[in-house]
């Protein structure tokens, strides 16, 4: 069975000669690639009515700007959930990994519920639409794409760990330009992942397609897409977002 996230898996693979066989193939990628939508696009609305929801119940406010065990535990079970995803996946059944990835999304509200108490709603909405546009035009991309965007998304990897490096270390310095940096780089970083990311899960498909791991393919491929429309989201909310 292939690996879901294996980097070297790039261009797509066509099952061979023409007529009924490759056609055949063509509407399961289609409907495959259909369903990884479906699932990234409902996390994100999940997530955004979560967030909303709890921001305006003044919940939001009372637990995540004070001290408390509840406050880390919003915070960091969602980074338990990827790993758990990603590390376990195989052993997982498909109903499991769907399970996790909605209970994901929802605790990603929780956390992501600051930002309406810190940016305008408006605001928020403005980079929302930014980034699908965006997002929309990147994955596209991915998708049509005959050039193997394999050695870029190596290098876009290790962008984000020096990112992430640098990140830790202007939490200390807190420094305003350092952080105007990080956001900039940071949207660059994670377009290009959209568009590496999607040809990725494309060429899963030859892999996945026929096997019980299909289904869990789909969500993986949804986890993928949706912490790069999320990143680009929140990378994008700190040049375009108006504060309160």
């Given at each position: ?53 709890f921001a305006r119940s003044g ?25 758990g995803l990603n590390f376990g ?74 990112l992430l490096v640098v990140s ?77």
């Open positions: 069975m292939a690996n879901w996230s294996d980097p070297r898996t790039t261009a797509v693979a066509r099952p061979a000669g023409v007529g009924a066989g490759e056609a055949a193939f063509d509407a399961g990628l289609r409907s495959y690639m259909l369903s990884v939508y479906n699932y990234m696009a409902s996390g994100v609305l999940l997530t955004g009515v979560v967030a909303m929801l919940y939001a406010e009372q637990i995540m700007g004070g001290p408390g065990l509840l406050k880390y535990l919003i915070v960091f079970s969602p980074l338990a959930i990827v790993f996946v195989n052993r997982l059944s498909t109903a499991a990994a769907q399970g996790l990835f909605w209970a994901f999304a929802t605790l990603m509200g929780l956390s992501l519920s600051t930002i309406f108490l810190v940016y305008t709603g408006t605001s928020i909405a403005q980079t929302f639409f930014a980034t699908a546009v965006a997002f929309g035009g990147l994955s596209l991309y991915g998708y049509t794409t005959k050039r193997d965007l394999g050695p870029i998304g190596t290098f876009l990897i290790m962008g984000l760990i020096g830790i270390i202007n939490l200390f310095m807190q420094s305003e330009t350092m952080s105007y940096v990080i956001g900039f780089v940071g949207v660059l970083i994670f377009a290009g992942l959209t568009a590496y990311d999607t040809q990725k899960i494309k060429s899963l498909y030859f892999h996945v397609a026929g096997t019980d791991f299909v289904g869990k393919s789909v969500v993986m491929g949804a986890l993928t897409l949706y912490l790069d429309f999320i990143n680009m989201f929140m990378f994008l909310l700190r040049f375009m977002g108006d504060r309160r």
